[in-house]
């Protein structure tokens, strides 16, 4: 089941549990299982913490984000004559 990138970062970096928007079935199930495993909240935490640093850092953020820019910006642009009637 996949519900988007935010998810995908939480299931692959073991740093809490992602649940499909409106089921809360699917939540009750999440939280039974959670409370049987009781893996470490300090474990998860540190985890959420380390995926904070690594990829959601702002100034990593704002740096990828300017090198993407300059990509799109270096490109050749299509110019348009304009219309004139």
Same mark, same amino acid.
């Given at each position: 089941m996949s519900y988007g990138r935010p998810a995908g970062l939480?299931?692959?970096?073991?740093?809490?549990? /992602?649940?499909?928007? *409106?089921?809360? +079935?699917?939540? /009750?199930?999440?939280? *039974?299982?959670? +409370?049987?495993e009781r893996s470490s909240p300090r474990a998860v935490a540190q985890a959420a913490h380390i995926l904070a640093e690594n990829k959601?850092?702002?100034?990593?953020?704002?740096?990828?984000?300017g090198i993407w820019m300059n990509g799109v910006l270096a490109k050749p642009m299509i110019r348009v004559k304009a219309w004139k009637p």
């Open positions: 939480i299931f692959e970096h073991c740093c809490g549990f /992602a649940v499909p928007p *409106e089921d809360p +079935a699917f939540v /009750a199930a999440v939280l *039974e299982q959670a +409370a049987v959601l850092d702002r100034m990593l953020l704002a740096e990828r984000w």
